[in-house]
Nanobody, 128 residues
Framework: QPHLVESGGGLVQPGGSLRLSCAASGFTSGYYAIGWFRQAPGKEREGVSCISARDGSTYYPDSVKGRFTISRDNAKNTVYLQMNSLKPEDTTLYYC?????????????????????WGHGTQVTGSS
């Protein structure tokens, strides 16, 4: 059974940076599409960075484009989310997710959250 564990969250000031990690076990993450999602209280879940398994193509919504970068380290079976120029609206709970099936474009899967396996999340909190 695929297992995902997120880490790297914490306190961050506006304009600051954080790197989140998504460590995979029970499967080879390089063969899976991986996505990073966030959900603030009372809001819908949002896919913020997704990477395909087939060709490494990525998708970022306009809200994070140019500030967030998703990357893989297959040797460590880990996927990262580098977040720069953080804004107050970026502070929330972040999840990573994995999908082995090719069920759409990287953008479609990210927007819909079409992933079968989910971690428990890591919290990004703003500090004034």
């Amino acid at each position: 059974q695929p297992h995902l564990v997120e880490s790297g969250g914490g306190l961050v000031q506006p304009g600051g940076s954080l790197r989140l990690s998504c460590a995979a076990s029970g499967f080879t993450s390089g063969y899976y599409a991986i996505g990073w999602f966030r959900q603030a209280p009372g809001k819908e879940r949002e896919g913020v960075s997704c990477i395909s398994a087939r060709d490494g193509s990525t998708y970022y919504p306009d809200s994070v484009k140019g500030r967030f970068t998703i990357s893989r380290d297959n040797a460590k079976n880990t996927v990262y989310l580098q977040m720069n120029s953080l804004k107050p609206e970026d502070t929330t709970l972040y999840y990573c997710a994995a999908q082995s099936r090719l069920i759409g474009s990287v953008r479609t899967m990210c927007v819909r959250g079409d992933y079968d396996y989910w971690g428990h999340g890591t919290q990004v909190t703003g500090s004034s």
